[in-house]
T-cell receptor, first 115, second 111 residues
Framework: GAVVSQHPSWVICKSGTSVKIECRSL??????MFWYRQFPKQSLMLMAT?????????EQGVEKDKFLINHASLTLSTLTVTSAHPEDSSFYIC???????????FGPGTRLTVL | SQKIEQNSEALNIQEGKTATLTCNYT??????LQWYRQDPGRGPVFLLL?????KEKRKERLKVTFDTTLKQSLFHITASQPADSATYLC??????????FGKGTHLIIQP
């Protein structure tokens, strides 16, 4: 089946630093990828849609200058959390739809902890 | 905007019984509705998708129903096993956007 990977699986950083998270579709091409955030005991919340070759679209309330998204190729999207603060600590998950398939394939998630 | 409610935060079921989870949504009916399983610290895993013109969909011990009049989907696990313990998420897709998820129901199957 289709596989989506994320790297790193977890990261701890100091407040004020930037962190980059990668999302890759391993066996299919994805012109669109989605980034979600999940706080403890909460549901996944869509942050932004990553579009290959064009700018990402962000959900209301998500700061585009803080969460930089780059979809440089058909198999890779990156999310950079800039100037991270403790309130950015969360579980970040990406997903990618596959052409001809209605469902989305999710990555394993990245646990970000900002000290 | 669309709102999704999964009416139980947690559900305890005895092994071998049928677990039934509920998902209700407001506003317009989606073209289809999906159910995912999420284990702690992991991303969601797709289970079943049911379209608006389908009443019921089955996959092994799983069954999903979709009632667009009630704006509700029921998710059943028959002959439940401890390995079925997880959080189950209901999700709707909003046109070309990403999925909107419910908060999930944490299912615990007790041996």
């Amino acid at each position: 089946g289709a596989v989506v990977s994320q790297h790193p699986s977890w990261v701890i950083c100091k407040s004020g630093t930037s962190v980059k998270i990668e999302c890759r579709s391993l066996d299919f091409q994805a012109t669109t990828m989605f980034w979600y955030r999940q706080f403890p005991k909460q549901s996944l919340m869509l942050m932004a849609t990553s579009n290959e070759g064009s700018k990402a679209t962000y959900e209301q309330g998500v700061e585009k200058d803080k969460f930089l998204i780059n979809h440089a190729s058909l198999t890779l999207s990156t999310l950079t959390v800039t100037s991270a603060h403790p309130e950015d600590s969360s579980f970040y998950i990406c997903s990618a739809p596959r052409l001809g398939v209605d469902t989305q394939y999710f990555g394993p998630g990245t646990r970000l902890t900002v000290l | 905007s669309q709102k999704i409610e999964q009416n139980s935060e947690a559900l305890n079921i005895q092994e071998g019984k049928t677990a039934t989870l509920t998902c209700n949504y407001t506003n317009y009916s989606p073209a289809y509705l999906q159910w995912y399983r999420q284990d702690p610290g992991r991303g969601p895993v797709f289970l079943l998708l049911i379209r608006e013109n389908e009443k019921e969909k089955r996959k092994e011990r799983l069954k999903v129903t979709f009632d667009t009049t009630l704006k509700q989907s029921l998710f059943h696990i028959t002959a439940s096993q401890p390995a079925d313990s997880a959080t189950y998420l209901c999700a709707l897709e909003m046109s070309a956007d990403g999925l909107t998820f419910g908060k999930g129901t944490h299912l615990i199957i007790q041996p």
